[in-house]
């Protein structure tokens, strides 16, 4: 669990790398940039609701005392969707540095919250091997 986890967050790392290269490209338009952001957030919402529904429940059912730890966590998630909207609403405002301000911010709380995520999954890749 603990390699597909961290595959998928490097994934979405590449990808929100990418968008915020296509968002800062001199000449972009919010009509170039609607098509990438939407698949983004379709990515990050799939591996949200993946985690919230798959892996942290099996992971809080083996070592409960991360049950604080993955629901701390799983706030998070609903910050990222609440983050994925302000791009949408700056987008809509054909606002683009608004847009890449906030990707940036997504991109920094994103990259945070995976280290945490990683920690814990090697917390329980300790206490299995024990």
């Known amino acids: 669990m603990k390699h597909r986890i961290t595959r998928e967050h490097s994934h979405l790392e590449d990808l929100l790398d990418a968008l915020i290269r296509t968002f800062s490209k001199s000449g972009a338009t919010v009509r170039g940039l609607w098509e990438p952001f939407e698949q983004f957030a379709l990515d990050l919402e799939s591996h949200i609701e993946q985690e919230d529904r798959l892996y942290f429940p099996a992971i809080g059912a083996l070592s409960p005392d991360l049950k604080a730890s993955l629901e701390a966590l799983s706030v998070d998630h ?42 814990i999954l090697a917390r329980l890749d300790s206490k299995l091997e024990t």
């Open 78 to 119: 609903s910050a990222f969707t609440d983050q994925l909207r302000q791009v949408a609403d700056h987008l809509a405002h054909e606002d683009i540095e608004g847009a890449t301000r906030s990707l940036r911010n997504l991109d920094a709380s994103l990259r945070a919250h995976e280290q945490v995520e990683e920690e």
